[in-house]
């Protein structure tokens, strides 16, 4: 079976890529699962950070959507073992037309549909907003995975991730679940860390990951050497952080 799991929050920085990426590399590198990450930020930083010279796509997600291209077509294997379908700032430019067709909402399921069985994980990065592209990651996906950076305004998108996914099961349709809710940026000598935390953990109880990832520079550092978390700095906090999490992960679904 094939879980399929977008990384969603509207708020900007929380760490969807970042996740997105390392969580992606790890479930080859540790689990040797068949992993897909797409992409349908048009900031194609998820893509980027595996290596994918992404201002020189020929085909990329937009033609997908756009159903100019096979999906087939515009998978890209990294050197990380993850297949990547990427993106580019002319996703962008295509948001108001592809805005405009009938099923839109249903584009990116209707395109994995075709390849789909191939993987084991599918990950999807949004964007950080609720428009058509966030709504095709979430009517694509089964569950949603939630990276919240520990601070004030983090806690505060919480009320409109809720909506969005009510939206979506009421107004679409669609029973997509909670995979989990990840702490990340966390910071253990800050209070307003553990204060974010602790809300989390009153506010999604046990949805909320036990791993934190912490605010590390090797994080920041390491998509500039096309390097997941666990080539570049393997022994550091945040390796052992995103593999704890990708356990928990595999333990929710296998
Ligand atoms: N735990 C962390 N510690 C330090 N820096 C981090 C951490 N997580 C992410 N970053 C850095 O913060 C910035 C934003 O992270 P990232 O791009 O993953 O967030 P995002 O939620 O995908 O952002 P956007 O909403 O713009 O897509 C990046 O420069 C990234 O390297
Ligand atoms: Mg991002």
Known sequence: MT?????????????????AYNISAGLVQF???????IDIDPQGHASAALGIPIWQ????????????????EVVISTASGVDVVPSNILLAE?????????????????????????YDYVLIDCPPNIGVFSVN?????????????????????????????SLVREQLDHPIDIAGVLATRFDARNNLSKEVLKSLQDHFGPKVFQ???????????????SQSIFEYEARGAAAKAYQDLIDEVVQTYE
């Open 3 to 19: 879980h399929k799991l977008a990384i969603f929050n509207m708020k900007g920085g929380v760490g969807k890529s970042t996740s």
């Open 31 to 37: 689990h040797q699962k068949r992993v897909l990450l």
């Open 57 to 72: 796509l020929d085909k990329q997600l937009k033609d997908v959507l756009q159903r100019q291209a096979n999906i087939r």
């Open 94 to 118: 295509e948001e108001i037309p592809i805005s405009g067709f009938p099923g839109r909402e249903l584009l990116l399921r209707k395109a994995i549909g075709a390849i789909a069985d191939q």
């Open 137 to 165: 990651a979430l009517m694509a996906a089964d569950a949603v995975l939630i990276p919240v950076d520990m601070s004030y305004l983090g806690l505060l998108g919480i009320n409109g991730i809720e909506r969005a996914l």
């Open 211 to 225: 791993t934190r990832i912490p605010e590390t520079v090797k994080l920041r550092e390491a998509p500039s050497f």
